[in-house]
């Protein structure tokens, strides 16, 4: 079964970081291009990075480019964001998505999460004082 599992939330003070993991199991990441989301409560869910299968291709919202960092480790099975300079509206659930890329090809990537097929369950970050 083809489950995404994040984990590395949890509370930090502002400026502090945090690295989230998101780590697949029954299929192989490197065949999909995986997405960074969040969702705030009353706000729609953002997309915030995203990284394609081949090529190094990624793609960064602006309100977290300079900030946030993906990265994928496909012998561990694992895409992760590395959180640097948190802020107080960065509080939200943060989730994982992948999507197959058979057709879309190698290079594709989005951050528009309409784009995705398979999501995690999310973790919890809050960035307070």
């Known amino acids: 079964q083809l489950q995404l599992v994040e984990s590395g939330g949890g509370l930090v003070q502002p400026g502090g970081s945090l690295r989230l993991s998101c780590a697949a199991s029954?299929?192989?990441?490197?065949?999909?291009?995986i997405g960074w989301f969040r969702q705030a409560p009353g706000k729609e869910r953002e997309g915030l990075s995203c990284i394609a299968r081949s090529y190094g291709f990624s793609r960064y919202a602006d309100s977290v480019k300079g900030r946030f960092t993906i990265s994928r480790n496909n012998v561990k099975n694992t895409v992760y964001l590395q959180k640097n300079s948190l802020k107080p509206e960065d509080t939200a659930i943060y989730y994982c998505a992948a999507e197959p890329v058979d057709r879309r090809g190698a290079g594709w990537v989005s951050l528009n999460p309409a784009s995705y097929t398979y999501w995690g369950q999310g973790t919890q970050v809050t960035v307070s004082s």
């Open positions: 029954g299929f192989l990441l490197d065949t999909y291009a």
